[in-house]
């Protein structure tokens, strides 16, 4: 399990190094700020919120993203998905953004001078229905006539990495937003790339973060609570289809019932109810053998 994990922890998606990297990387933060703001005069970046532990059990995941704010008081929110993106995470996406405007309001600003707000996502895991690209921007609008609705102060960025190779020539180099992809997403630099030094900056931090102690430890407690919440997602799974199974064969006894006597006793109905499987299941081998409520109660005994 250890080294199970070890293998986890040490790769450069590994989404607790991506928080650690833009938790200590100053130019890592002005980089992620600038390619998606467009606006190249931002030069200091800082850490608002970098909660280590997000989420809960019904999220199956514990949520590592980081909340930045640039030098002209814009919020950002980062996050690396290595999971692949359901539903509900799609949701969760724009519930973070919208929390972002919240902050905003919370503080007294008026709606007509609201910051922009901005979210990156990098998703390494399996391509997302319906968006079948390596670059999607997410905002709301009018889908028929694509056209971005002018009051929406929310740009949500996502790169699917498993997308990388169909949209840019290996062969030829990168940009630098693309290298830091193919980075994530192969644990080396891109060989026909020269590397920048963005690139080297994240590689020389990925030696310090294996070599950090505390970070590791910290790596090893979240794959082991994510261990954790994935047993218990896996025993409620089992206990939900064995409760499903039991709901039915139940339904199906006292349906049984019903066409061989008619309406059934209060009684009897609880007692069925309060009946196991090997008994429902003796029910209905002897069906036929049932004419009144009596003989159900002696095969129930």
């Known amino acids: 399990?250890?080294?199970?994990?070890?293998?986890?922890?040490?790769?450069?998606?590994?989404?607790?190094?991506?928080?650690?990297?833009?938790?200590?990387?100053?130019?890592?933060?002005?980089?992620?700020?600038?390619?998606?703001?467009?606006?190249?005069?931002?030069?200091?970046?800082?850490?608002?919120?970098?909660?280590?532990?997000?989420?809960?059990?019904?999220?199956?995941?514990?949520?590592?993203?980081?909340v930045v704010e640039d030098d002209h008081g814009r919020l950002y929110d980062f996050e690396m998905n290595n999971y692949d993106i359901q539903l509900e995470d799609q949701i969760r996406f724009l519930r973070y953004s919208e929390r972002l405007i919240d902050y905003h309001e919370k503080v007294g600003v008026e709606y007509i001078h609201l910051k922009?707000?901005?979210?990156?996502?990098?998703?390494?895991?399996?391509?997302?229905?319906?968006?079948?690209?390596?670059?999607?921007?997410?905002?709301?609008?009018?889908?028929?006539?694509?056209?971005?609705?002018?009051?929406?102060?929310?740009?949500?960025?996502?790169?699917?990495?498993?997308?990388?190779?169909?949209?840019?020539?290996?062969?030829?180099?990168?940009?630098?937003?693309?290298?830091?992809?193919?980075?994530?997403?192969?644990?080396?630099p891109h060989p026909n790339s020269e590397e920048s030094d963005l690139v080297k900056e994240v590689m020389n931090m990925h030696q310090q973060y294996m070599i950090n102690e505390d970070g590791l430890l910290k790596s090893y407690d979240i794959e082991r609570e994510r261990n954790i919440i994935a047993c218990k997602m896996e025993r409620n799974r089992e206990e939900g289809k064995q409760i499903g199974k039991m709901e039915t064969l139940l339904q199906t006894v006292i349906s049984l019932l019903k066409n061989a006597l008619g309406k059934l006793t209060p009684e009897l109905t609880l007692k069925i109810e309060e009946s196991n499987e090997e008994e429902l299941n003796n029910i209905v081998l002897r069906i036929f053998d049932i004419h009144s409520e009596n003989d159900v109660y002696q095969i129930l005994q």
């Open 1 to 66: 399990m250890y080294e199970q994990i070890r293998e986890i922890v040490s790769q450069f998606k590994y989404d607790y190094f991506f928080h650690y990297l833009l938790t200590y990387s100053h130019e890592m933060r002005r980089f992620l700020c600038q390619y998606i703001s467009g606006d190249d005069s931002i030069q200091n970046t800082y850490v608002k919120n970098s909660e280590t532990f997000k989420g809960s059990y019904l999220n199956k995941k514990l949520i590592l993203d980081v």
């Open 116 to 188: 922009n707000v901005y979210q990156l996502i990098i998703y390494t895991g399996k391509p997302i229905q319906n968006l079948s690209h390596y670059y999607h921007v997410i905002q709301k609008g009018d889908i028929d006539k694509r056209i971005r609705y002018s009051g929406e102060k929310v740009k949500t960025v996502l790169l699917q990495l498993q997308l990388l190779k169909e949209a840019f020539d290996m062969e030829k180099p990168l940009p630098e937003m693309e290298q830091l992809g193919y980075l994530f997403t192969y644990d080396q």
